[in-house]
């Protein structure tokens, strides 16, 4: 069955950084679009962004610039490395994929604060 797992998540400062993890397994992981979505307190989850088999990226408004989704198909593993981190940019952060529906991670939390 699919499979991913996050990592990568703590508490930073802002103007931080950090890099997201998610190894997923259970499906041929080089025929997938893997996108990343995030939810804060309160409010409802947002996709911040996807990347697709080949390589092409898109990314929501808030984190273009500052963002950047890869994968490493040699090793079944998504990332999204996040620069210039935001106290709003503070939430869960959760891997996805639609394969047989839509497929989630457990969520790594991120938190953004002095």
């Known amino acids: 069955q699919v499979q991913l797992v996050e990592s990568g998540g703590g508490v930073v400062q802002p103007g931080g950084s950090l890099r997201l993890s998610c190894a997923a397994s259970?499906?041929?992981?080089?025929?997938?679009?893997m996108k990343w979505y995030r939810q804060a307190p309160g409010k409802e989850r947002e996709l911040v962004a996807r990347?697709?088999?080949?390589?092409?990226?898109t990314y929501g408004d808030s984190v273009k610039g500052r963002f950047t989704i890869s994968r490493d198909n040699a090793k079944n593993t998504v990332y999204l490395q996040m620069n210039s981190l935001k106290p709003e940019d503070t939430a869960i952060y959760y891997c996805?994929?639609?394969?047989?529906?839509?497929?989630w991670g457990q969520g790594t939390q991120v938190t953004v604060s002095s």
């Open positions: 996805n994929v639609d394969r047989g529906g839509s497929k």
């Open positions: 259970g499906f041929t992981f080089t025929n997938y679009y």
């Open positions: 990347i697709s088999p080949g390589g092409s990226t």
